[in-house]
């Protein structure tokens, strides 16, 4: 609640959206009997009771801006083609959006790479996690040589992150580093030390389609909300959605 309005209406947009796509059939991992999750892998949710603990004296004026953003942007979804689209968003890019076929299996022509310099020097975008030797052989499956060197980077994304690491002969996505170790991005340094391996990351997320903080960097340089979701979901197009969601709606 403490970006700026269009940014704030920009994440109104892609949360109905995502939420229409998946009403639309395409059910990714929600549970049978269920529409979506309230966790990080769909949508999270707090209720008004959680909202009221974590915001205490700010409750108030932090709904009041999230209804307006809510509001502002009501019955609009992100379209491509007539249809939903599938609206990821995540927190902080490494300077540039990641292709959605380098993190995920399919691509998809709204999800394409594009450059978002307004996240460099966020709070977010830097990060490190040390890791042990042990800990780092046993997790990923692999076994390191005696050398300084951890791995070499033999492939890179669109996007700038890690495509590709050969590690001692044995080849691991970005993808698969970030998630199995738990890192905040797949655009990673390290270092050994000693028993124990430093990684530097920048940025926070998937970094498939909107960035939470570029959209924010946008607003502060004057872009409204369609400015934004038009950089960030390329083709898309903004829809009264009153039609198709009362479509999507009788079907369920």
Do not use: C
């Not at 999270?44 to 502002?72: C, F, G, H, T």
């Not at 738990?182 to 997320?205: A, C, H, P």
């Amino acid at each position: 609640a403490d970006f700026e309005l269009e940014a704030l209406k920009a994440q109104a947009l892609t949360a109905r959206t995502y939420f229409a796509y998946l009403m639309s059939g395409e059910k990714m991992g929600v549970p049978e009997g269920a529409d979506v999750t309230d966790t990080r892998k769909h949508q999270v949710y707090k209720n008004d009771k959680e909202l009221r603990d974590l915001w205490k004296s700010d409750y108030q004026w932090k709904m009041n801006k999230i209804k307006e953003a809510v509001a502002a942007t009501s019955g609009q979804i992100l379209t491509y083609e007539g249809a939903p689209i599938y609206a990821a968003f995540f927190s902080t890019s490494n300077g540039y959006t990641e292709n959605s076929e380098d993190y995920w299996s399919s691509p998809r022509p709204y999800l394409k790479s594009v450059e978002s310099p307004w996240d460099v020097n966020t709070e977010k975008f830097n990060g490190q996690k040390i890791v042990s030797v042990a800990d780092f052989e046993k997790i990923l499956g692999v076994k390191l040589s005696e050398s300084k060197q951890v791995g070499k980077i033999i492939e890179k994304t669109k996007g700038n992150r890690v495509g590709k690491v050969d590690i001692n002969g044995k080849v691991l996505t970005g993808k698969e580093i970030r998630e199995k170790l738990e890192l905040k991005s797949s655009d990673f340094t390290w270092e050994r030390k000693g028993n124990n391996i430093v990684i530097n990351t920048k940025g926070y997320g998937h970094g498939v389609g909107m960035s939470q903080y570029g959209a924010n960097g946008m607003a502060q340089a004057g872009k409204t909300y369609e400015d934004i979701v038009r950089h960030y979901y390329n083709g898309a197009e903004i829809e009264n959605s009153t039609n198709l969601l009362t479509k999507i709606t009788a079907k369920k």
